[in-house]
C-alpha cells in the first residue's frame, strides 16, 4: 500500500512560478517511479512529467517545452514539480501517483493516486 498527498497548489499569474509536492507513505520501498498528472475541466488526464524514485530518471511531455521541472528526495519521500512560466492552459488539478512497475510509461500501472491540488493560473 502506498498512500500520496499532493500539496502546493494555489492561485498564481501568468508567467509566474509554483511548486508542487507529493508526499508518499506507505510500502514507499516498493516505488519505480512516481508521475505528475494533470486534469482541466472537460480534458483528460494527461501526463505532465515522471521520475523513478530510485535513479531519478525523468521523462517531460513534449508540450512543456522545458517550463517544468520534477525532483525527488528519497530521504522525505516527497517528490516535486517545479512549475515555471506558468500559462492560463495550465490551469488543472495536479496529481501525483505512483507505480511499483519497470513499465511506467503505462498510464494503467500507476495504481495510486493522490487525490489532486487545484492549480489556477490566472491571465
Known amino acids: 500500500q502506498v498512500q500520496l498527498v499532493e500539496s502546493g497548489g494555489g492561485l498564481v499569474q501568468a508567467g509566474g512560478s509554483q511548486r508542487l509536492s507529493c508526499a508518499a507513505s506507505?510500502?514507499?520501498?516498493?516505488?519505480?517511479?512516481v508521475g505528475w498528472f494533470r486534469q482541466a475541466p472537460g480534458k483528460e488526464r494527461e501526463l505532465v512529467a515522471r521520475?523513478?524514485?530510485?535513479?531519478?530518471?525523468?521523462y517531460y511531455a513534449d508540450s512543456l517545452e522545458g517550463r517544468f521541472t520534477t525532483s525527488r528526495d528519497n530521504t522525505k519521500n516527497t517528490v516535486y514539480l517545479q512549475m515555471n512560466s506558468l500559462k492560463p492552459e495550465d490551469t488543472a488539478v495536479y496529481y501525483c501517483?505512483?507505480?511499483?512497475?519497470?513499465?511506467?510509461?503505462?498510464?494503467?500501472?500507476?495504481?495510486?493516486w493522490g487525490l489532486g491540488t487545484q492549480v489556477t493560473v490566472s491571465s
Open positions: 506507505g510500502r514507499t520501498g516498493n516505488i519505480y517511479a
Open positions: 521520475i523513478s524514485w530510485s535513479a531519478g530518471t525523468t
Open positions: 501517483a505512483a507505480t511499483r512497475s519497470v513499465n511506467w510509461y503505462r498510464l494503467q500501472n500507476y495504481n495510486y
